[in-house]
């Protein structure tokens, strides 16, 4: 079972504030993915990491892949109440099609 | 623009009842997923399809059947409720291609089954 790892497990913040997640693990993925689940809802996809190193930027959330390809951040930007969401980082070994799921981050930023 | 839906969005068992949560998508995808999501531990593959006519066991099988009743349908059965698979209950369909190999999931919005 390959286990990722994500801190925090809970995150309460000020509008405005910014904040890192973090998603670790001890294997070795050809991919990272980041989702965010909104309550009621299944999760959505928000952007996938390929290259080791790689850093992506999607407006206020910035999401880098680890150079050795087996962890990963989120850094989200003044953060906004729109921002709350349980967020999940997602792996898919080498030559594999499934996800494996990390243990995810519940953000709720306070207006 | 339905993408993959679930039924039904609630359900209450009693320990020992038996009923099948349905998935439906509708764009075309070849693989199927059922997952369950308990608090602190992310989503879990309970089974997969790869394509219609096959399914394989993911990391938390026991106690669930799986049929792919055609390209669109992906069900999962509980034979016998155990409190244990209280959950909330996904479904998934991925878009293969693409420029990440096809790992693109598409989620629906949940079962929440509850067994007493």
């Known amino acids: 079972t390959q286990l990722l790892e994500q801190s925090p497990q809970f995150l309460s913040i000020q509008e405005g504030e910014n904040l890192t997640v973090y998603c670790n693990s001890s294997s070795v993925f050809s991919s990272l993915q980041w989702y965010r689940q909104e309550p009621g809802e299944g999760p959505v996809l928000l952007v996938t990491v390929v290259t080791g190193g790689e850093v992506k930027k999607l407006k206020r959330l910035t999401f880098q892949f680890g150079d050795a390809r087996k962890d990963s951040s989120l850094h989200i930007t003044a953060a906004q109440p729109g921002d709350t969401g349980l967020y999940l980082c997602a792996g898919v070994e080498t030559g594999a099609n499934n996800l494996f799921f990390g243990t995810g981050t519940r953000l709720t930023v306070i207006p | 623009n339905a993408g993959v839906t679930q039924t039904p969005k609630f359900q209450v068992l009693k320990t020992g009842q038996s009923m099948t949560l349905q998935c439906a998508q509708d764009?075309?995808?070849?693989?199927m997923y059922w997952y369950r999501q308990d608090p602190g531990m992310g989503l879990r593959l309970i089974y997969y399809s790869a394509s219609e006519g096959t399914t394989d066991k993911g990391e938390v099988p026991n106690g669930y059947n799986v049929s792919r009743l055609n390209k669109r349908e992906f069900s999962l059965r509980l034979e016998s409720a155990a409190p244990s698979q209280t959950s909330v209950y996904f479904c998934a369909s991925r878009r293969t291609g693409g420029r990440f190999g096809g790992n693109i999931q598409y989620f629906g919005a949940g079962t929440r089954l509850s067994v007493l």
């Open positions: 764009m075309n995808h070849n693989s």
